[in-house]
């Protein structure tokens, strides 16, 4: 699923291309895609493309003076809303952190009981940050993906912060760089560049210490336990029931194994 970076990227191409064009045809390659029945998708037809923007982890397509047209995650969904009062009600209410000031940030974080992993991937606390940036964060602020955000220390929640805004800033300038003048066709959660998502087992760029991983439900983190967790491996509820006592607590238990 794309993220703040990949869709800040996929917005720009879209405006710079189809700002300005009319809408000749909607073809549904599945008719499970599309999510309303209000307005129809013939009431589009020769409406002009206003603009191309993004609502969290939304793209969002306004059509002439009263159509929008709204992609949004079931995987892939499609919705066709008639105001700016229905699309306002599909918004949930993350705030952008990338314009959020440090303050505003920080007393978000209090706001939930969410470890940070899910404070960051909650779009109704933070907007277009996933499960492959959270990852690439939590490094870079040198936090364990399981801390309780509310409970942060200043400091702690001053470099989450700051790897949010140093972390998706560089994120983008990366996929601006690869992408060019041509339209980003690629949709991937995994770069060659990245230094955690999608790492296991591969070094750390820090401290050279082999990435670790859980999986859980559809997601997995990826952290660096030297970096992130003082050392202590994390196990997830089903690997720590099924290995019980054997389940090395340390990096240095796991390579003895």
Same mark, same amino acid.
């Given at each position: 699923?794309?993220?703040?970076?990949?869709?800040? =990227?996929?917005?720009?191409?879209?405006?710079?291309?189809?700002?300005?064009?009319?809408?000749?045809?909607?073809?549904?390659?599945?008719?499970?895609?599309?999510?309303? &029945?209000?307005?129809?998708?013939?009431?589009?037809?020769?409406?002009?493309?206003?603009?191309?923007?993004?609502?969290?982890?939304? !793209? &969002?397509?306004?059509?002439?003076?009263?159509?929008?047209?709204?992609?949004?995650?079931? %995987?892939?969904?499609?919705?066709?809303?008639?105001?700016?009062? *229905?699309?306002?009600?599909?918004?949930?209410?993350? !705030?952008? &952190?990338?314009?959020?000031?440090?303050?505003?940030?920080?007393?978000?974080?209090?706001?939930?009981?969410?470890?940070?992993?899910?404070?960051?991937?909650?779009?109704?606390?933070?907007?277009?940050?996933?499960?492959?940036?959270? *990852?690439?964060?939590?490094?870079?602020?040198?936090?364990?993906?399981?801390?309780?955000?509310?409970?942060?220390?200043?400091?702690?929640?001053?470099?989450?912060?700051?790897?949010?805004?140093? =972390?998706?800033?560089?994120?983008?300038?990366?996929? %601006?760089?690869?992408?060019?003048?041509?339209?980003?066709?690629?949709?991937?959660?995994?770069?060659?560049?990245?230094?955690?998502?999608?790492?296991?087992?591969?070094?750390?760029?820090?401290?050279?210490?082999?990435?670790?991983?859980?999986?859980?439900?559809?997601?997995?983190?990826?952290?660096?336990?030297?970096?992130?967790?003082?050392? %202590?491996?994390?196990?997830?509820?089903?690997?720590?029931?099924?290995?019980?006592?054997?389940?090395?607590?340390?990096?240095?238990?796991?390579?003895?194994?």
């Amino acid at each position: 699923m794309p993220e703040l970076p990949d869709l800040t =990227v996929y917005v720009e191409h879209l405006n710079e291309r189809l700002v300005g064009s009319e809408l000749a045809k909607v073809h549904l390659a599945s008719p499970f895609l599309l999510r309303t &029945v209000t307005p129809t998708l013939d009431e589009l037809h020769g409406h002009k493309l206003m603009s191309c923007s993004r609502l969290a982890k939304q !793209i &969002v397509f306004e059509l002439g003076p009263s159509c929008s047209l709204n992609k949004v995650r079931k %995987r892939v969904s499609l919705r066709l809303l008639a105001s700016r009062a *229905d699309l306002d009600a599909l918004n949930p209410g993350g !705030i952008e &952190v990338l314009d959020a000031s440090r303050a505003a940030f920080t007393t978000q974080l209090g706001t939930t009981h969410h470890t940070l992993k899910r404070a960051l991937t909650d779009q109704r606390i933070f907007a277009g940050i996933g499960n492959a940036y959270s *990852d690439e964060i939590l490094l870079a602020a040198r936090l364990s993906p399981f801390k309780q955000a509310a409970k942060l220390k200043p400091e702690e929640a001053d470099r989450l912060y700051e790897a949010c805004q140093n =972390v998706l800033r560089e994120w983008v300038d990366i996929l %601006r760089a690869k992408t060019g003048a041509k339209f980003p066709t690629k949709v991937t959660a995994f770069h060659e560049e990245m230094a955690a998502h999608g790492k296991y087992k591969v070094p750390c760029p820090v401290c050279a210490a082999p990435i670790q991983r859980i999986v859980y439900a559809e997601n997995e983190a990826n952290y660096c336990s030297k970096c992130q967790t003082e050392g %202590r491996l994390l196990a997830d509820r089903s690997l720590s029931r099924l290995l019980k006592d054997s389940w090395p607590k340390k990096l240095e238990d796991l390579e003895n194994l």
